[in-house]
Each structure stands twice: as C-alpha cells, then as structure tokens.
C-alpha cells in the first residue's frame, strides 16, 4: 500500500529536498515510523517526546483532519494523500 505524503518547506531538508514522497503504512502512526526510516528525524520533529503529534503539526488525510477522526490511529488506504501542515500563529501588531 502506498500513499502520497506532501512535505512542508521546513522538513524539506530532511527529504533530500522533496515536497512529495511516496510512504506506507496501514495508520498514520505506522506512516510516521516509515518516513523517519527512510528519512531521519523526521518524526521527532513531528511527534513530542511522548510519541504524541505535537500542537502546531496538523496531519490532513484527503483534506481532512486527522484530530476529527482518530488522531494517529486514523487508518490509511492505498492512493491516499497526506498532507502536512505547520501551524501558523499571529497576532495582531
């Protein structure tokens, strides 16, 4: 099974560069244990020390929202694209 994972500029040195890779994995969990093989650090920059998704890292699975489905649990199929997203904070001036 393989789904399509977008990569944010800010991870893209830890992707050779790449705003797109290819990943598997049968739940997100699984997805992010298979990038950070293929791509070191990876995870740690998406996850806390307790393994948890960390607050300004949102996951989109086909554009929605894994926090509104069941987190890292949410389950994947083949042909789904995954999109990460950095949270973005601002205020006012």
Do not use: H, W
Not at 8 to 13: E, G, S
Not at 20 to 33: F, H, N, P, S, W
Request: hydrophobic share 35%.
């Amino acid at each position: 099974m393989s789904v399509k994972i977008r990569i944010p500029t800010p991870l893209r040195k830890l992707t050779d560069g790449k705003g797109e890779v290819e990943g598997a994995g049968k739940t997100i969990g699984e997805l992010l244990d298979n990038l950070d093989g293929r791509y070191p650090g990876i995870k740690e920059r998406l996850c806390d020390e307790s393994g948890n998704l960390r607050r300004f890292v949102n996951i989109y699975v086909n554009e929605e929202d894994i926090r509104f489905r069941q987190g890292k649990e949410t389950a994947l199929a083949d042909g789904d694209e995954i999109s990460i997203v950095p949270a973005i904070a601002g205020g006012c001036v």
